[in-house]
Every structure is written in structure tokens, then in C-alpha cells.
RNA sequence: GCGCCCAUCGUCUAGCGGUCCAGGACGUCGCCCUUUCACGGCGAAAACACGGGUUCGAGUCCCGUUGGGCGCGCCA
């Protein structure tokens, strides 16, 4: 079997959405998983809506996500003069022929259409007539010649055998009035030069590839493998929007998702391995294939990426983790107030909060949020909770604590044998006396275990902290 | 409207004619663990859209209905 191309070929018209990144993470994996190569060919053949920045969006989005593409990206405005010559060739064998209908025609048979209840179609009416009978001045378009009757099957991978009517299928244009190859003829060409062998899109393509087919065989090309993977809906089922999630991945990024754990989600979206769930990247690609892709659509679900995002974090290594969040801390909200301030003791400090911080937090936002009694300011700040924990009765217990503590090593296990035999003593639960603890040290009513908080807070600070709420 | 595709718990899915009174995961609800919150453990509720066939036997095959999606540009 000969090395298998895929592609991913995104038009730079916006961000890369959570559709255009399965897609782009399928091919990918797909490619790596049989030892082929992965292109990135970027559809920016209309010049009114392409622009540079999405351009870049798109790479950022693609390089953040980890898939990383072979060679160079393809600009397919570039390759202009290679469509033309191609349809120079069509034109030449009869494989498409000039039109000079006009907008006006073309707008015409568009209301005849749908008067009558039938689809749009081109009626052909340049298809034989003669070119001297073409309007002076008007620079026409070229379309293909297609067949008329018949029909064209695909052969799609996760579709199963499509058969299209070629009745249905009209002589679309290759090459606009202006001389630029519309996306139809560019992709053909493009995928055939590239030598791409399989190709990986959405579903919203299975009509158009009939027609390449059409488009490919004037060119007298072979016509890659297929696979049109089933789009993504929104969590109530529609077309996502912006409501629901069609945001371009850097936004995951700013919500605190893992590249890993969102490979993850997408790909157990729409594909399955049996029961397995979770897989790590080595697995993943391992384990992907075409043929275990489901055919109906599905929809994104936020709750269940949360929680495989969880999954992830625990599963990360704490220094992994640690250097995620920090590499992430610009995207995050807050984030780079929070590394303005990460001088070497606060790294320090931060670092060694995270086994407790990640247990606790299904996001990097969540994490950082979770860290904020690191950054926080004496006097601290109370939350509603905290601030009750401390007036019922949560004073006297801190007074009291104080001497202990300050007299003690500053340890886990000296910390906590101090506060215990401080309970037993008073014959409080130990509880009662940790609330106002955290209280004291976080400003809130939940935190990471108590002894780890004064520790990785450090005896100055605790204290500090302690009296603070202790006295007033 | 026409064409194409799809249809298992709320969601993602396993299931490729009998081992399915349908399995896993998320979510939900209990219980346990516990210094808080989480994590973790245990358990519960929860689905084969509907109607016809085919077959000894259908979630699995066929047809129809209903519902949903996609396409129908000199956009990609």
C-alpha cells in the first residue's frame, strides 16, 4: 500500500472552530497512525473574506491542540496558474466549455427554480451553443462539462457506497469571470498535485464529492479515498453557534482546557474503541481508525470535556501541570495579573501547592483560581462563608491556636499533631477548628487540605494571617 | 421543494441475527471515606423513535412513517 496524505484544509474566513479542529485532529491522526503525511493547505481563494489574521488563528489554534503538520503550508490563492492550466487542459478535451450567462440570467433561472419547486440548476445553455455567439464585452465563466445522465458513486469510508444522480449534478464553474478557480476545481487540483490519498471533511462535503468526482475524472485523475465524518451540533442539537461552543479553540485554551484532554474529547466524539474512554496520545493514535467513525451526527458536551479535563490534570505529572498553567497564564482570566507577580518564591510556592490544588480543580482556570490565596494580600479578604465561619466562634479557636502554632515546627506533621492535640484537648472535632484555620489563611471556606495550605504559605505568612482574623 | 445522510439511557457511545429483560462513560440521585471542597469507592434511576415485513429468532437485515442534519453560489 502506498503512504497515506491526508489534509487539513481550512478557509481563513474566521478562527478555527471545534469542527474544523476534529476534523483536523482525525486527519492527523490518521496519518501518523500508518506513518503518513499530515499537509496543511490553507483555501484562501476568495480574496473578500480570507484575511491574515484568521490565517494565523488557524496555525495557532492547530499548533496549540499539538497537531503539527508536515512541510510547509499550502497557500491555495498561490496555485492559481496551476488551476488555470488545468482547466486549459479540461477546456481543451471538451471537458468544460465558456458561458456567458449573466448574473441576471443566472439570478432568473434561480426564481424559475423555485417557483416550480425544483433545485437550482444551471440549464447548460452555453454547453454547445457556439462561442461567436458569446455577448461582446463580457468575460465569461468556464464550467465543466458533466454528464448528464448516469450516475456517480462514492465510495466513502464512513458513509458507505453514495449514489448521486448525475440529472441532479449540474455543469458547475470551475473558473470564475474574473480567471480565478473557484474552491471546486482548487481542491481537485490541489489534492490530486499534493498527491493526498485520503480525504478526511465533514459531511457537509458528500454532495461536493460527487462532483469533484465529476471534475477528477475529466482530468482523467484517480479519485482519492473519502471519509465524510458527521458534523458537531450544539448541545440542544442545532447547528452549533457561538452560544454553544462554535468558538475558535483558543477560546478551550482560556477556559482552561488541556490540548491532551480536548485531543481526547474530539476523538471520542464521533469514533469509538469499544469501551475505552481515556487515552493517552501514544493510545490514542494507536488505536484510530476510519472504520470505527459513526455516521450520525453528534453534539458537544461541555460537562463530560470538564471532566476528562480533570482526569487529564490528575493524571499530569505535577511538574507537567505546573509548567501548563504556567505557560497558559497569559490566556487565563486573571492569569497575567497573576504572572506579573510569579517571582521565583511565588513559582516556588505555587509549584508546591499543586498536588493539592489539582486534585480540587477540573481546569486550569479552576486550578489558578484555587491558587489565589497564594497571591492574595494580608488583610485577607473574606468570602461570605469564611467570614461566618469566623464569627461563630472561629475567633477564639485561632487566639488560642496561635501560641501552638508559632511554637511549633513548621512541618505537615508537627502542624497537624499541634491542631490535634489543640482539639483533643478542647474536645473540639477537629473540624471546628480547621474551618476557622482555612478561613483564616484562604479567605474561603474551601481549600486544599489545611497543614498543606500553612506550609506551602510558609510560618511568617501564616501567622501573619492567623492574627489577622485572631484579634479583631 | 429536490437530493443525500442519520436515528440505542438527558449526552458521548458499545452492540456488527441468538451470549441484550441491552454494556461503559459523563451528568443526575443516594450511601461510604473525610479538617472544607474535591478525589476515590459502592449503589440507583435512565435508552433500542414508530409501523410493517424477512427469519425458528431483530437493537442488529429490508421497506415505509416520523423526527433531525447536510447540500442545492462566479462561498469554502
Excluded at 187 to 194: A, G, I, K, T, W
Excluded at 332 to 343: K, R
Aim: proline share 5%; aromatic share 8%.
Amino acid at each position: 500500500m502506498s503512504p497515506i496524505v491526508t489534509r487539513f484544509a481550512p478557509s481563513p474566513t474566521g478562527f478555527l472552530h471545534i469542527g474544523g479542529a476534529r476534523t483536523a485532529l482525525f486527519n492527523w491522526l490518521y496519518a501518523r497512525r500508518f506513518g503518513g503525511t499530515f499537509l496543511l493547505r490553507i483555501e484562501d481563494t476568495d480574496r473578500e473574506r480570507s484575511t491574515q489574521a484568521a490565517v494565523d488563528a488557524i496555525l495557532d489554534g492547530l499548533k496549540w491542540l499539538g497537531l503539527d503538520w508536515d512541510g510547509e503550508a499550502v497557500s491555495q490563492f498561490e496555485r492559481a496558474a496551476r488551476h488555470r492550466e488545468a482547466v486549459e487542459a479540461m477546456l481543451a478535451t471538451g471537458a468544460a466549455y465558456r458561458c456567458w450567462a449573466s448574473p441576471a440570467e443566472l439570478d432568473e433561472m434561480r426564481e424559475t427554480a423555485r417557483r416550480e419547486g425544483k433545485p437550482m440548476r444551471y440549464d447548460g445553455r452555453w454547453r454547445d451553443r457556439d462561442p461567436s455567439e458569446a455577448p461582446p464585452g463580457v468575460a465569461p465563466v468556464i464550467r465543466l462539462r458533466a454528464a448528464q445522465e448516469g450516475e456517480t458513486v462514492i465510495d466513502d469510508r464512513v458513509q458507505g457506497k453514495v449514489t448521486f444522480a448525475n440529472k441532479d449534478l449540474d455543469d458547475l464553474v470551475l473558473l470564475r469571470s474574473d480567471g480565478n478557480p473557484t474552491y471546486m476545481l482548487a481542491v481537485v487540483v490541489d489534492d490530486h498535485d499534493m498527491g493526498v490519498t485520503h480525504v478526511i471533511r465533514g459531511d457537509d462535503h458528500l454532495t461536493n464529492a460527487a462532483r469533484q468526482t465529476q471534475i477528477y475524472r475529466a482530468l482523467g485523475w484517480e479519485t482519492p479515498i473519502w471519509a465524510h465524518i458527521p458534523l458537531i451540533h450544539g448541545a440542544d442539537g442545532a447547528k452549533l453557534s457561538k452560544r454553544h461552543g462554535a468558538l475558535g479553540v483558543e477560546a478551550y485554551r482560556a477556559m482552561g482546557y488541556l490540548p491532551a484532554a480536548l485531543r481526547n474529547y474530539l476523538a471520542r466524539l464521533g469514533w469509538s474503541f469499544g469501551d475505552k474512554e481515556f487515552f493517552t496520545g501514544e493510545e490514542l493514535t494507536a488505536a484510530f481508525d476510519l472504520d470505527a467513525i459513526g455516521r450520525s451526527p453528534s453534539r458537544f458536551d461541555f460537562a463530560k470535556l470538564e471532566n476528562m479535563n480533570g482526569h487529564f490534570m490528575r493524571a499530569a505529572s505535577d511538574d507537567a501541570l505546573f509548567e501548563s498553567l504556567v505557560a497558559t497564564l497569559p490566556y487565563l482570566p486573571g492569569g497575567p495579573a497573576v504572572l506579573e507577580t510569579l517571582d521565583s518564591r511565588k513559582r516556588a510556592q505555587l509549584r508546591a501547592a499543586i498536588p493539592g490544588l489539582k486534585e480540587r480543580a477540573k481546569t486550569l482556570v479552576e486550578l489558578l483560581d484555587g491558587a489565589a490565596f497564594l497571591f492574595a494580600a494580608r488583610p485577607l479578604a473574606l468570602d461570605d462563608k469564611a467570614r461566618d465561619i469566623l464569627q461563630k466562634g472561629g475567633r477564639a479557636h485561632l487566639a488560642a491556636l496561635l501560641p501552638k502554632l508559632s511554637a511549633a515546627e513548621w512541618s505537615h506533621e508537627a502542624l497537624e499533631a499541634a491542631v490535634r492535640t489543640y482539639a483533643e484537648e478542647t474536645g473540639a472535632k477537629l473540624g471546628s477548628v480547621a474551618q476557622p484555620l482555612r478561613a483564616a489563611l484562604t479567605g474561603r471556606s474551601t481549600s486544599p487540605g489545611i497543614f498543606d495550605v500553612l506550609t506551602v504559605l510558609g510560618r511568617e505568612e501564616s501567622l501573619g494571617r492567623i492574627a489577622d482574623q485572631a484579634g479583631a
